[in-house]
């Protein structure tokens, strides 16, 4: 069956990095749009970051300059590079892999920004 699995969510301090992981099982990864959503405790669920089959990314306006999407096809896995963490960064993150009118959601990990 499909599974999302993230992992590499944490607690840092501001002006930290974390790397997130998502594994993808169960689909053909290499044709699906991957994306990173995020959801802050009282906030819809946004849009990181994303990028295509072909590699064509796209950032939020609040990520952009401090965090990088990437993507191993071989691994089945898609990441997202966090740098320069500030507490607005809070939330819950979520990955997503979407293609025509399939669209699969991660469990999701935690990542709190604090001092």
């Known amino acids: 069956q499909v599974q999302l699995v993230e992992s590499g969510g944490g607690l840092v301090q501001p002006g930290e990095s974390l790397r997130l992981s998502c594994a993808a099982s169960g689909f053909t990864f290499n044709s699906y749009s991957m994306r990173w959503y995020r959801q802050a405790p009282g906030s819809e669920r946004v849009l990181v970051a994303s990028?295509?089959?072909?590699?064509?990314?796209n950032y939020g306006d609040s990520v952009k300059g401090r965090f990088t999407i990437s993507r191993d096809n071989a691994k089945s896995t898609v990441y997202l590079q966090m740098n320069s963490l500030k507490p607005d960064d809070t939330a819950v993150y979520y990955c997503n892999a979407a293609a025509r009118s399939y669209m699969y959601w991660g469990q999701g990990t935690q990542v709190t920004v604090s001092s």
């Open positions: 990028i295509t089959s072909a590699g064509g990314i």
